[in-house]
């Protein structure tokens, strides 16, 4: 497995992370056994770096089951602060994570969101008064814009951003990328199947169950998610001439720019993760990434 530098002077992690909101149940509900099964078959596969938040429902609390008996060590552990990001909830939802982590520190913490209620620089106070207190040992944000960034810094540094990014969804690319490689921060891109979208396992007739949350995403329905489908199986030849799937190939894309540190992907078992880890060790050539930009231009 790859390794990439967190920012400037951060840990080395895996370049492909596990993204635990699925396992949390908000995507369709999860047996708890294969969700440990899920977190342990990470660990075998040499992914290092685990990704969850206080509001991914049980999912710090399977992680917590699934880490302890000795393998917390194994993981670089990031977790966030949802929503309330007053210097008081950030504490908080701190101890809470931990408790329900079962450890006594986490490697980064992240603010999950901008919340114009909340003045970035007393979050950000509290975030580095838990850094200097070792509850975390680096510091990251969610969901930032380049403005937002610069805001946050002016108060504490951090490592990381965590921004959607996709072959579908490529908005990062204008201003945040260049921002985040120009500061040596690092990018662990969220969602990149696309939520799914990205597998090549859906028809245009799927119907997710109601108590996923993509029953109430535009982009999963009617001609919208037809068109996403139709670029979908284009890409999906592709990776198909390369030997890859589909899902390796969204992976494998994201690692062409050297400024992603790790990409957060999301599994429910044990061979989806399996699979993922195709996504990386191989590099596409420039024909093959032109084969794709004239793809995506069609879409
Ligand atoms: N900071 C934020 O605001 C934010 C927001 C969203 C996500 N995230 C983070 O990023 C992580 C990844 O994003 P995500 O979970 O939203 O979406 P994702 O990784 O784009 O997609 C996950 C979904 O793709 C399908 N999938 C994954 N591997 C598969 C495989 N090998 N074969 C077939 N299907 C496969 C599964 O769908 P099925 O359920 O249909 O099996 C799974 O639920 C999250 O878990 C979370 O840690 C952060």
New binding site residues.
């Given amino acids: 497995m790859e390794k990439r530098q967190l920012g400037k002077d951060g840990d080395h992690v895996s370049v492909i ?6 396992i949390g149940g908000a ?2 509900v999860v047996d708890e056994g294969a969700a440990i099964s899920t977190v342990h078959a990470v660990l075998d596969h040499g992914i290092t770096l685990i ?3 206080q509001s ?1 429902r049980v999912s710090e609390a399977i992680i917590g089951k699934a880490l302890k008996d000795g393998r917390r060590n194994q993981v670089f552990l990031a977790t ?1 602060v949802s929503r309330d990001y007053s210097p008081d909830a950030i504490r908080r939802a701190m101890e809470n994570s931990l408790r329900a982590l079962q450890t006594d520190h986490v490697d980064l913490y ?1 603010i ?2 901008w919340n114009p209620q909340y003045p970035v620089d007393d979050s950000m106070e509290m975030m580095e008064r838990l850094r200097q207190e070792g509850k975390t040992r680096y510091i990251g944000v ?2 930032f814009n380049v403005e937002q960034m610069e805001l946050a810094a002016q108060t504490a540094s951090f490592h990381s951003l ?3 990014y ?1 072959l579908l969804d490529r908005e990062i690319e204008t201003e945040t990328l260049p921002y985040c490689e120009a500061h040596g921060i690092g990018i ?12 090549g ?2 028809t245009p007739d799927h119907q ?1 169950p109601a108590d ?1 949350e ?1 029953s109430g995403m535009t982009r999963f329905q009617g001609e919208e998610f037809r068109r996403n489908l139709a670029t979908a199986n284009k890409l999906q030849s592709i990776a198909q001439e390369r030997n890859l ?1 589909l ?1 390796q190939l969204a992976i494998g894309w994201q690692l062409r720019l050297q400024g992603i540190t790790c990409v ?6 044990p ?6 880890v195709g996504g990386q060790g191989w590099q596409l050539t420039d024909t093959e990434l032109q084969a794709i930009e004239t793809v995506l231009a069609e879409g």
Avoid: C
Avoid at 188 to 199: D, N
Avoid at 264 to 269: D, R, S
Avoid at 271 to 276: D, G, L, R, Y
């Fill in positions: 992370g596990f993204g635990a909101w699925p995507m369709g990704d969850t938040a991914y966030k992240q999950h969101g969610s969901n965590q921004p959607r996709s662990l891109p969220y969602s990149p199947l696309a939520k799914g979208l990205l597998t396992k859906y997710f996923d993509r799937t899902i957060l992907v999301g599994a429910k078992t061979e989806q993760v399996a699979e993922h």
